[in-house]
């Protein structure tokens, strides 16, 4: 249902604005009706633009703090919104990830947990796209859709997603500017943008395939030629918790793991370490570029002043931590998002703002819901984080979370855990024996000494392991 504003506070709006003197501002003829106009636009639904990029780890930005890397537009959209600092996918793989984005739901709940399931049509009723159109939005989406079963060409007014992982190059490597599939995703996005009227709200989804590499192919990561030349003058420093030694400390089961295998053919070499992160980091920057051209369509079409833009990935990637490369498991830097959210008709105080709280990808479902003015279904597990945008900090906010990865695969253990503001418990299910994790955030924050043996905190592990039991009831 949508919000709306009870019959005593209209008949009080109504009685402010004929009881208060008119108010005229510099450069505006005495007369008009600026108050009311003005009223008028903050009431409407504002649009909304939702970007969900391909493993992109949460420091791949340059207002998180990453000297390396270019990203002016989306730094600029930081600086204008809010930057989480602390969010987190729930499911570290592509179409679990997204079913969750879209339903609010944990894995457990919304039962996706492979490549071939697609939502049901029920379910899709239920996700915000499918919410938002019912309740009178445009909606679009363009690019990778992620999710199994047909494409839900009919549930949209404009679609231009694709199965499957797609390719960089789909006409063939010819290095020509404009062929690269990110500018072509760009194009499709911006010719909706310039398609939309401020008559109808929109919801453009735009889910890139960038920065995810080139599967099979011994070119793993395939930036725009454009950005060949970018970064070639540095060099990028090797990640903490990438020595042998760091490796050698893995379970066995992990040192020859799928994650071990990718990287043997991405960062084996510094060589190859330079190549593949600077080409990640060219992939990156290019969805940076795109960002910019958004925020460009939406001034020439006026739109800008009432669009909400919601900035994410839908899990992140090991960049050689640990001797690894892909994601699944729950490192940080496989569970870790970035997330910016720039809300283009907040005043100048509430923007800038860097929230610390723990949110994850279960909320974003509600959130766009909440900007929109609709009740979020009670099947979903998330929270809207417009409090958190206004700078309100609610008492009752979360202070862990359940992490799941119960996707089948023989090199890929499955994996399960909680994630306080301090500690992480892992637990590798489909392994015999179980193998248990305990680190220590705060004192170890590259998770280098694993504490489950250390009789020290045993409490503390004990203490997860009935959090963990409790969480995972919940999300059923």
């Known amino acids: 249902m949508l919000k709306r504003p009870t019959a005593l506070l209209w008949i009080l709006s109504l009685l402010v604005l004929f009881l208060m003197p008119p108010r005229v501002n510099a450069g505006e003829a005495p007369g008009q009706p600026a ?15 939702f970007v969900l ?9 340059g207002c998180m703090g990453n000297e390396s890397i270019s990203t002016p537009h989306l730094d600029a959209l930081a600086s204008r919104g809010a930057l989480f600092r602390n969010m987190f996918c ?13 339903t609010g739901q944990y894995e457990r709940r919304h039962g996706v947990t492979g490549f071939a399931q697609p939502l049901s049509d029920s379910q899709f009723a239920a996700s915000f796209p499918g919410l938002l159109r019912k309740h009178g939005y445009r909606t679009g989406m363009v690019g990778k859709w992620g999710l199994g079963g047909p494409l839900p060409r009919e549930q949209y007014d404009v679609f231009h997603g694709y199965s499957g992982q797609g390719r960089y190059f789909p006409k063939g490597k010819s290095g020509v500017p404009g062929e690269h599939q990110t500018h072509r995703l760009g194009d499709q996005a911006v010719e909706f943008l310039s398609s939309c009227t401020a008559k109808q709200p929109f919801l453009l989804q735009l889910y890139t395939k960038a920065a995810h590499c080139q599967d099979g192919d011994p070119w793993p990561f395939q930036p725009d030629p454009r950005y060949q030349e970018l970064y070639s003058g540095i060099t990028i420093p090797p990640p903490p918790a990438s020595a042998a030694t760091d490796f050698q400390q893995l379970p066995e089961f992990l040192r020859t793991s799928e994650a071990r295998i990718r990287w043997q053919i991405r960062f084996a070499t510094p060589e190859m370490y330079q190549k593949s992160v600077k080409d990640y980091y060219r992939l990156v920057t290019g969805v940076d570029d795109v960002m910019g051209r958004f925020v460009a369509a939406l001034k020439e079409n006026g739109q800008l002043e009432n669009t909400v833009i919601v900035f994410t990935s839908d899990n992140g990637f090991y960049l050689g931590e640990h001797g690894l490369a892909g994601k699944w498991y729950m490192h940080e830097e496989s569970i870790r998002l970035p997330l910016i959210i720039t809300d283009f008709r907040l ?13 994850l990808s279960t909320d ?14 009670s099947a979903m597990q998330g929270r809207s984080l417009v409090p958190l945008l206004r700078g309100e900090h609610p008492t009752d906010w979360r202070t862990d979370f359940l992490y799941e990865h119960r996707f089948v695969h023989k090199r890929i253990p499955k994996t399960e855990g909680v994630r306080t503001e301090r500690w992480k418990y892992t637990r590798y299910t489909s392994v015999e024996p179980l193998y248990e994790e305990l680190f220590n955030l705060e004192q170890d924050p590259h998770e280098q ?28």
């Open 35 to 49: 108050a009311a106009a003005k009223t008028a636009e903050a009431s409407r639904q504002p649009n909304l633009i």
């Open 53 to 61: 990029t391909d493993d992109q780890r949460f420091d791949a930005l």
């Open 90 to 102: 729930t499911t570290s793989i592509c179409a679990v990830s997204r079913a969750t984005f879209l």
């Open 347 to 359: 005043p100048a105080e509430d923007r800038g703002r860097q929230v610390e709280e723990l949110v």
């Open 364 to 377: 974003i479902a509600p959130t766009l819901l909440d900007l929109a003015g609709i009740d979020s279904p």
């Open 449 to 476: 000494h694993n504490l489950a043996d250390d009789p020290r905190h045993e409490a503390q592990l004990k203490q997860l392991r009935s959090r963990w039991r409790a969480l995972a009831a919940q999300a059923e």
